[in-house]
């Protein structure tokens, strides 16, 4: 991958935030193979299938303090959400949240080599203790339901959560509302002619 071509996904990035996002991409070529950080299907388009379909979870943020990436794995969209914090929101810091401990190395690996500000949480999000986040992501990490448990758990009051999903989106919001009540603000996927942002807000238990 060249520099060029990672500028020709995300082209209104510095040279500098676009260098780092390929040195990052770079790392999840080398280390996937080893611990499977994504799928081979989709290591091949790695710059269009996660590293743009997580920046634009960025755009979607609001101004932040404190982000939690949830069940952050190879670092989607945690990582790339960081990278462009160090760009566009320099006080922003980021706790990413990963039970797999080969995958919690890995992201400590990209926060050194980049300069990330960010921290790595090895435990389970459930278990954690609570983060106060303006801002909480989570990226195929689960049903929407059980996100907004997580979201409850971890989101500072007046906080928004981040949630993509797929085409069966409708359905997850139908039964989360079952359990929970929360406001909600739908953003087209540029990435997934199907898929959405959700962005929500205001979560409280039923």
Not at 134 to 150: E, I, P, Q, W
Not at 179 to 187: G, K, L, N, V
């Amino acid at each position: 991958m060249t520099v060029g071509g990672m500028a020709g996904v995300l082209p209104d990035v510095s040279r500098e935030t676009t260098e780092r996002l390929e040195h990052y991409a770079n790392l999840v070529r080398k280390w996937s193979p080893k611990i499977n950080l994504v799928s081979r299907t989709t290591l091949a388009d790695l710059e269009n299938r996660h590293i743009a379909d997580s920046a634009q979870i960025f755009a979607c943020a609001p101004t932040a303090r404190r982000w939690a990436d949830l069940g952050s794995g190879a670092g989607f969209p945690g990582l790339v959400c960081a990278i462009l914090a160090l760009e566009r929101s320099p006080d922003t810091t980021f706790t990413l949240v990963e039970s797999d401990l080969r995958k919690a190395t890995f992201l400590r690996t990209v926060i050194r080599e980049t300069g990330l500000t960010a921290t790595v949480v090895s435990e389970r999000a459930e278990c954690t203790e609570p983060l106060a986040a303006d801002v909480v992501s989570a990226r195929a990490l689960a049903d929407l339901a059980t996100l907004l448990s997580y979201a409850a758990r971890h989101m500072a009051s007046g906080g928004t959560a981040l949630f993509p999903k797929g085409a069966t989106w409708e359905k997850e919001v139908a039964d989360a509302q079952a359990a929970w009540s929360f406001s909600m603000t739908r953003h087209k996927s540029g990435t997934h002619p199907d898929a959405v942002i959700l962005q929500i807000g205001d979560v409280a238990h039923v």
